[in-house]
C-alpha cells in the first residue's frame, strides 16, 4: 500500500525526469547523426588555432581599485574588489575605444595563423559590446562611443576569410539584478543593488541577449562561461535559442546537464587530450585575460609554440587570448608574440591544420602530429630537442617510410632503420631555434609498437600516468590543475604497471610522488625486486609528497615491468604523480 505523500513525491520525481529530458532535448544537435556531426564540426577541426578577446570596461581600471592594486585576473577586479554596482558602472565612461580597428585585428590574426576570433559579447561585469535592447549598460547607452564592438569586428574577421564566435556569460552577471555572483546564493551579492531573482534575470536579460547576438551576428561558435546556478530548465532556454544560427558550434559551460561540443580546458594543456571528444585550451600570454597595467609576465614565443605543438599532438585546439585596453589597443606584446607565431606557421602550418592526435605515446625529442594522404600517413615530426647526434630515432614505428623532408627548405633526409624503428639522419643545426618541422611519409596507417620507458637525458627514469598500463575497473590518469596523476584509486584490486628499460646497470633509488588525504595505505611495487610503499598522509589530494621507497638492480637494455599494486587491508584511496628511478653511484 503507497501513502499519500509517497505517490506525491513519486509523481515529482517523474515530471522532474521528464523537464530532464525535454530540456536536454532542446540541444538541436542532440540527435545529429555521427555523418551530420563531423560535416559541422569539419572547420574547427581544420582550424586548430584561433584568438581569444576579453574586452570590456574592466580595461579602465585595469586591476586598480581606489588606487590600489587588485589580485587576480583583470576582468574579475569587480569581484575581486568587491566594487558597488554604481562604482563600477561609473567606469563606462572613460570606455572610449577611439583607437578600435577591427580590421587590423582580423588581419593580425589572420598573420597570426589564426583560423577563427572568438570575443566577449558579454563577461561577468555583465557590459554588453553590442547594442542590447535587454539593458542599458552597453557600449551604446553607458559609454561615449554610442556604437557596436561586435558587428564591425565579425565584418572584418569574415571578410578575413575567418570564422567568428561570441564569448557570452549565461549566468554570472555582476551587475544586473539577479545575475548569479560566484560565491554567493540566488539573489545575494556583495552590493544591495545585486539583489534579485536569478530567474527574472535568466528571463529579462540572459534569453533576450542570447537571441539578439545569435540573430544579428550569426556567430559559428558560442562560447558559454560559468554555469553558476544553471539548472536543466534554464540551459533549455538558451540551448533551444541555437536554432537560430543552424550548424553553430557550442561548448561544455552551459550547464544544466548539456556537454555541448567542446572541452574548455583553461591555462593548461591535459596529458591525454579527451579522447573520443573535441576540445580546446584557452590560455593567456601574460597572467591575465582583461588588459591589466602591471602584468608584464609575458609569455616567450618558444612556450607558445610549443603549447600550440603539444596541443596539437593530443588532437585540440588552441585559443590564444589577446586583452585590449580601454582605448582599443591589442597591448604591444601581444602583437610582436603573434606576428612571430605567424612566421613559424607560414613554413609549419601544415604540420598543424587539419591533424590529428599523434599515434604515439611519449617521445623525448619532441611531438607528433599526424593526416591521412590517400591510403598512406603523413606524420609530421615536431623536434623541440635538436639531437646533437644528428640522429633522430622514431621508436616503435614498423611501417616503411617513402619519405622525409624538412619543412624549412625541403632538404630530402636519408632514413635508415633498425629493430627499434626509422632513423632519420638530421643537418647539424636546426632549421628553426625553437621548433623545427620533419614531414614523413609512411607507408599505410600507423603501426606502432610500445616502446618501453627509457632514461632522459640526467639518466632518471620517469614513469608517468600517460604511459601506464591499468588493470581494474576504477583506477585512471586524470587531469588536476594541467598535472597529469593517476587518480580515482578507490578498488585496492586495481593496479598500475609500466615497461621499462635501463640504458646501463646499476642500482636506482625508488621514489614514488604521492598524495592522500590518509595515510597509511601500502603499495607493493613488484616486477623489479619486491618493496613495500606505506603512503604518507599529504593531506589532500592535491598535496603531492616525494618519498624513497627502497633501491633496485637493473641490467643495461633488459626490458622489465614495475608494477604498483595494493595492499587490501587497510586500503585507502590515494593519487600518484609520477615513479622516478634515480641512478644511483
Known amino acids: ?26 540541444d538541436p544537435h542532440s540527435r545529429e547523426t555521427a555523418e551530420q556531426r563531423n560535416a559541422r564540426m569539419a572547420w574547427w577541426r581544420e582550424a586548430k588555432f584561433g584568438m581569444f578577446i576579453h574586452w570590456g570596461v574592466y580595461a579602465v581600471p585595469a586591476g586598480h581599485y581606489d588606487g590600489k592594486p587588485i589580485g587576480g585576473i583583470g576582468e574579475w577586479i569587480m569581484r575581486h574588489g568587491k566594487i558597488p554596482v554604481a562604482r563600477y ?3 563606462a565612461k572613460d570606455f572610449n575605444p577611439v583607437k578600435y580597428d577591427p580590421a587590423a585585428w582580423a588581419a593580425l590574426a589572420k598573420e597570426a595563423g ?3 576570433v572568438v570575443i566577449t559579447s558579454k563577461h561577468h561585469d555583465g557590459f554588453a559590446l553590442f547594442p542590447s535592447e535587454a539593458s542599458d549598460w552597453d557600449i551604446a547607452d553607458s559609454t561615449p562611443w554610442k556604437k557596436d564592438l561586435i558587428g564591425p569586428l565579425a565584418k572584418a574577421a569574415r571578410a578575413q576569410g575567418l570564422k567568428f564566435g561570441l564569448y557570452y556569460s549565461q549566468a554570472q552577471d555582476w551587475v544586473h539584478p539577479g545575475g548569479a555572483k ?16 536569478f530567474d527574472s534575470y535568466m528571463e529579462q536579460i540572459a534569453v533576450p541577449q542570447t537571441r539578439e547576438i545569435l540573430t544579428r551576428y550569426q556567430p559559428d561558435v558560442l562560447w558559454w562561461d560559468t554555469p553558476h546556478l544553471m539548472t536543466p530548465e534554464h540551459a533549455a532556454k538558451l540551448a533551444s535559442l541555437l536554432t537560430l544560427k543552424p550548424g553553430i558550434i557550442h561548448n561544455n559551460r552551459l550547464g544544466g546537464g548539456y556537454k555541448g561540443d567542446t572541452e574548455t580546458p583553461e591555462q593548461h594543456i591535459p596529458a591525454t587530450g579527451f579522447p573520443g571528444r573535441d ?27 610549443t603549447n600550440l605543438v603539444d596541443i596539437a599532438s593530443k588532437g585540440g585546439n588552441y585559443l590564444l587570448n589577446v586583452g585590449p585596453t580601454a582605448e582599443g589597443e591589442i597591448p604591444a606584446e601581444c602583437v610582436k608574440r603573434l606576428k612571430e607565431l605567424g612566421a613559424w606557421m607560414k613554413i609549419n602550418g601544415e604540420s598543424i591544420y587539419g591533424t590529428h592526435a599523434s599515434p604515439f605515446k611519449k617521445l623525448s625529442w619532441g611531438r607528433r602530429t599526424a593526416k591521412p594522404a590517400g591510403d598512406d600517413t603523413i606524420l609530421y615530426l615536431h623536434v623541440l630537442d635538436w639531437p646533437e647526434d644528428g640522429k633522430l630515432k622514431v621508436p616503435g614505428l614498423s611501417n616503411p617510410v617513402k619519405s622525409a623532408e624538412l619543412l624549412a627548405g625541403g632538404t630530402k633526409l636519408t632514413v635508415e632503420t633498425d629493430e627499434n624503428g626509422p632513423i632519420l639522419s638530421l643537418p647539424a643545426t636546426a632549421p628553426d631555434a625553437i621548433c623545427s618541422t620533419i614531414k614523413m611519409l609512411i607507408q599505410g596507417k ?35 590543475d594541467g598535472v597529469a596523476n593517476i587518480g580515482y584509486w578507490t578498488n585496492p584490486k586495481d593496479s598500475v604497471s609500466w615497461n621499462l628499460r635501463a640504458d646501463k646497470d646499476g642500482k636506482y633509488l625508488i621514489q614514488i610522488e604521492a598524495a592522500a588525504p590518509s595515510g597509511g595505505s601500502v603499495l607493493m611495487i613488484q616486477g623489479i625486486g619486491k618493496l613495500a610503499y606505506s603512503v604518507p598522509k599529504t593531506g589532500s589530494y592535491k598535496s603531492f609528497q616525494p618519498t624513497h621507497v627502497g633501491e633496485v638492480i637493473l641490467r643495461k637494455d633488459e626490458k622489465t615491468t614495475l608494477t604498483l599494486r595494493p595492499v587490501v587491508d587497510g586500503w585507502h584511496p590515494l593519487n600518484v604523480r609520477k615513479v622516478e628511478l634515480l641512478p644511483q653511484p
Not at 1 to 26: C, D, F, R, Y
Open 279 to 305: 576540445w580546446e585550451t584557452c590560455m593567456t600570454m601574460n597572467d591575465t585575460w582583461g588588459f591589466q597595467s602591471d602584468d608584464h609576465n609575458w609569455k616567450p614565443l618558444s612556450t607558445l609554440i
Open 1 to 26: 500500500m503507497k501513502s499519500k505523500p509517497l505517490i506525491a513525491l513519486l509523481v515529482a520525481v517523474i515530471a522532474t525526469l521528464g523537464n530532464t529530458a525535454t530540456a536536454l532535448e532542446g
Open 182 to 197: 560566484s560565491g554567493y546564493k540566488d539573489g545575494e551579492g556583495w552590493d544591495d543593488a545585486h539583489k534579485g531573482n
Open 446 to 480: 600507423p603501426e606502432i609498437a610500445e616502446t618501453p620507458v627509457s632514461a632522459d637525458k640526467d639518466g632518471v627514469i620517469r614513469l608517468l600516468p600517460e604511459d601506464a598500463h591499468f588493470e581494474g575497473e576504477d583506477v585512471k590518469t586524470q587531469d588536476q
Open 114 to 116: 589564426m583560423r577563427y
Open 89 to 91: 558602472r561609473a567606469y
